[in-house]
Structure formats: C-alpha cells, structure tokens
C-alpha cells in the first residue's frame, strides 16, 4: 500500500507541475466564458440558436423537473471528464510502452500497482484541476457581488435534495471512472502502434456518446424499456441511472443494485486491465490477437 501511494503521489506531482495544467487551468475558464458570449452574440440573429440557449424558450425540456436537469448534468460531466482524463491515461500507458525505463520498474513493481496508480493519480489531478476552476469561479462570482449586488439562494443550494443528488452524482462518477479508466490503461497497454491505437480510442469514444445520448433520452423516458435495461448496465448506468436517482424516478433499492452492479463491474474490469497490463507492458511491436488477449485475463 506505501508503494502505491508513492507511485501516485510521483505521477500527481509530475502532472500538476507541468506547464500544460496551469496553462489548461487557467485558460479554459477563459475560452469557455468567452464561447457562451460568442454564442450569445450569434443568438441575436439566430432564431436556432436562440431557441437550442435559452431556457425559456418552448419545447420538451418544460416538462422536465430541476432534480432530472441536474441529473442529466452530472451524465454530461461524467462523459466529458472520462473523454478528457481518460485519453491522458491512455497516453501515459501508451508512451511507458516504448519507454525502456519500465523495464526496471516492473522488475520491482507489480504491473497493477502501476495501472491503478495512473488511473487513480489522473482522476486526482482532473479533480484538483476542477477545485480550482471552482474557485476561479467563485472569486469572480464574489467580485461580481462587490460591484453588482446579486441575490443567491443559499437555501436552495444546501437544501437536501441538492446534498442527495451530490451523494448520488459523487457514487456514480466514481464508478464509471474507475470503470472506464480502466479500459482506457487496458487498451493502451494493448499497442504501441499508432494506428492500432486510435482503432482502440475510436471504440471507447463511441461507447462514451452512446452512453450520452442515452443518457439524454433517458431524462424524459424514465419509463422505456431501453432505460430500464440502461440502468443496470455498467456501461450506460453512470450517465442512464443517476438521472433516475437524483429525480428520484428509481427507487432506493433500484438505485443500490444499480450502483452494486456498476462497483462489481469497475472492480472485475480493473482486475482484468491489470492483468492485461502486466502482461502486455513488456511486448513491444506486437500485434495481439483475441487469443493473446484471453490468456492474459487468464493469467494470475
């Protein structure tokens, strides 16, 4: 256990120390306020546009309730923190490939400990990349206050449906990384070949919007057969099911199978990935076949 956390407190601070998470960081809050004013400025003149941004305008998200919005939030940030940290993940494994260094490192360290401390030390720094957007967030929302005195409606913030649906959001997301980042180590241990490569993303990548959009439908066909199956399936269920259970359209016992499922699969996949990973990290230029693949899960 001291082993694995050395090896995720190393690759934590070479991350947050590289220039490119401090640019990131500080830039993207930046880009994304300056794209809402841009698309705000085109929705003048766009009746599209005005009716896709504002939330006023009619159509069949008035019928939704505040709980299924934040729910289907929470799929949407899920789906897009996975997109993001998933691909650094699938990087790190990828380059270590062709880095003869890891040779001596898997003399000494078990090649799990090494997935699993890259794929908890990049879920890590995303988080601490969102506290500090947050806090970005909450400083200019506090100078805005000094200048232009606004109402915020604390209650609503901390009432409990919200801290129910946080519990339920912070379950969810957890799962569903720890399950997709798995399968992002495992693919990238997989090949050192670029093409092959982005066979391997374009697959997850898919996987990832199929979710999503059923995710989306799910907001408002809680009740439809392709929801209910989506709930229990751990590929769907961190975007499908906490929807359900955040709006409260799943029962609590739904909700707890839903979430023993999806921890019983992030766990069985993690097993799996760490044993592709050490098996595959040391074959370089080889292409595996499905075969290979069987008698790495096979391994102990």
């Not at 993001?84 to 790190?92: D, T």
């Not at 990349?129 to 947050?134: E, F, P, T, Y």
């Not at 199929?210 to 392709?226: K, T």
């Amino acid at each position: 256990m001291n082993r694995l956390k050395t090896i995720i407190y190393h690759e934590y601070m070479m991350d947050i120390r590289g220039k490119g998470f401090w640019i990131a960081t500080f830039l993207m809050p930046v880009l994304v306020l300056g794209f809402g004013m841009f698309i705000g400025f085109l929705a003048q003149d766009s009746d599209a546009l005005t009716n896709t941004v504002s939330p006023t305008a009619p159509g069949p998200h008035d019928d939704l309730s505040g709980m299924q919005i934040v729910g289907m939030l929470c799929g949407m940030f899920l789906t897009l923190f996975v997109m993001v940290y998933g691909a650094q993940i699938f990087n790190k494994v990828k380059n270590e490939k062709t880095n003869r260094i890891v040779e001596i490192i898997v003399a000494s360290v078990p090649g799990r400990d090494m997935m699993l401390a890259k794929v908890i030390s990049v879920g890590l720094v995303g988080l601490t990349q969102l506290l500090l957007w947050g806090l970005l967030i909450g400083l200019m929302i506090m100078v805005l206050y000094l200048f232009a005195p606004i109402s915020i409606p604390i209650g609503e913030i901390f009432n409990l449906d919200a801290l129910k649906a946080l519990m339920w959001a912070i379950i969810y997301f957890i799962g569903g990384y720890v399950f997709y980042g798995s399968m992002f180590a495992a693919v990238g241990a997989l090949t050192d070949k670029n093409n092959e490569n982005q066979e391997y993303m374009t697959i997850l990548t898919f996987i990832l919007l199929g979710s999503f959009y059923i995710g989306m439908f799910a907001v408002d066909n809680q009740d439809s057969m392709l929801t209910t199956w989506c709930n229990y399936i751990p590929l769907t269920s961190p975007t499908v099911a906490v929807v359900g259970a955040i709006s409260g359209s799943l029962s609590l016992l739904q909700s707890l199978i839903s979430v023993a499922v999806l921890y019983a699969s992030a766990l069985t996949t993690l097993s799996f990935a760490g044993k592709i990973y050490t098996s595959a990290l040391l074959l370089k230029g080889k292409k595996f076949s499905p075969k290979d693949i069987v008698t790495f899960l096979r391994s102990k």
